[in-house]
């Protein structure tokens, strides 16, 4: 690309207009099934603590802050949504930009859309069949829908228990499937093992032609989710893959303040050990919990993921008017 060429948008006009069609029938899909469409800020005073995602900041110098005050663009609406959802709104979804630094390549822009909403009275489960649903709107044929769990994944692919496996033996499955450099690679906790096999072994092979939906993840995999103590603790999750691509990701939402906040603190604990700045948690969320959060389930999508499968492209670039470089 030449700088003469850096004015020019990154998606086809075709596509443009095929963006358009897709918000506009996820609109007329909410509206008919009663969930109401919100805003919330996309500054904030607290950021995400997970450890995986990092914050873009920016500092607030208007009245009320004389010395300044760092605000964090969110990587998600979730934790206002949750508030609102506290606050009595009932049923909710929201289509907005989020941020997330550090993230650039074919699958990855700093900046996308995200479609995500939020169901009190349904499980998981139930919410995976209403993603099905929506997805199938947006779609020229009804796609088929293949559910496993992430144990009956890592069996059918691996031929292993992924909540039971060693960090050792994950580390050997990943040598003896010829995952290249894993000899040499230094995870030090099973879930980064268990990332590494599912991200170079199995989710290319999801959702060809169709939709896969991954659920009950290790509970150490939990992030917001319940966890679910019997037989074996999982975290009542859930992934949708279409393509090899991740296009949503969706929880039964934990609802307790005291849970939330070790969490919380449990973030930053892992981030300080990987040397990453300790962000501050969210007390209006924590606020929020303590009045009670309805049991309820939730999704966050990608709308420009979903947008490249739609249209058939491999590159989020041709989906977005203006990748982070030409914005």
């Known amino acids: 690309m030449t700088a003469s060429d850096e004015w020019r948008p990154s998606a086809a006009v075709e596509t443009i207009r095929a963006r358009a069609e897709m918000l506009a029938r996820i609109r007329q899909f909410f509206?008919?099934?009663?969930v109401l469409e919100v805003e919330t800020p996309i500054?904030?005073?607290y950021a995400t603590t997970d450890p995986a995602l990092e914050s873009f900041s920016t500092r607030y110098t208007g009245p009320g802050a004389a010395r300044g005050r760092d605000?964090?663009?969110h990587t998600s609406p979730e934790f206002a949504m949750k508030r609102l959802l506290a606050a009595g709104s009932g049923a909710i979804y929201q289509i907005c930009k989020v941020f997330r630094n550090g993230e650039y390549g074919p699958r990855h822009n700093p900046e996308f859309s995200l479609l995500e909403w939020y169901r009190p009275g349904l499980d998981y489960h139930q919410l995976m069949d209403e993603v099905a649903q929506l997805v199938n709107t947006l779609t020229k044929q009804?796609?088929?829908v293949e559910r496993l769990s992430y144990a009956e994944l890592f069996e059918d692919y691996l031929d292993l228990n992924p909540h039971l496996a060693t960090g050792d033996q994950l580390r050997q499955c990943a040598i003896s499937q010829g995952v290249a450099g894993a000899e040499q690679l230094a995870i030090e906790d099973r879930d980064g093992w268990l990332d590494?096999?599912?991200s170079h072994l199995i989710e290319p092979r999801l959702g060809q032609g169709g939709m896969t939906f991954v659920y009950d993840y290790p509970a150490s995999q939990a992030a917001l989710a319940r966890i679910r103590e019997e037989p074996t603790p999982v975290a009542e999750r859930f992934e949708l893959y279409m393509e090899g691509?991740?296009?949503a990701n969706?929880?039964?939402?934990l609802t307790g303040a005291e849970e939330q906040h070790r969490r919380f603190e449990d973030d930053?604990?892992?981030r300080r050990q990987s040397h990453q700045t300790a962000v501050p948690m969210d007390q209006n969320l924590l606020a929020a919990l303590t009045a009670g959060l309805p049991d309820c389930s939730g999704v966050a999508l990608g709308l420009d993921r979903l947008l490249m499968v739609l249209t058939g492209v491999a590159d989020i670039r041709q989906v977005v008017t203006f990748d982070i470089s030409r914005a």
């Open 196 to 198: 590494l096999l599912m």
């Open 245 to 247: 691509i991740e296009i």
């Open 71 to 73: 605000l964090y663009l």
């Open 268 to 270: 930053n604990h892992r």
């Open 250 to 253: 969706g929880f039964q939402e």
């Open 43 to 45: 500054c904030s005073r």
């Open 31 to 34: 509206k008919r099934i009663g």
């Open 142 to 144: 009804p796609m088929s």
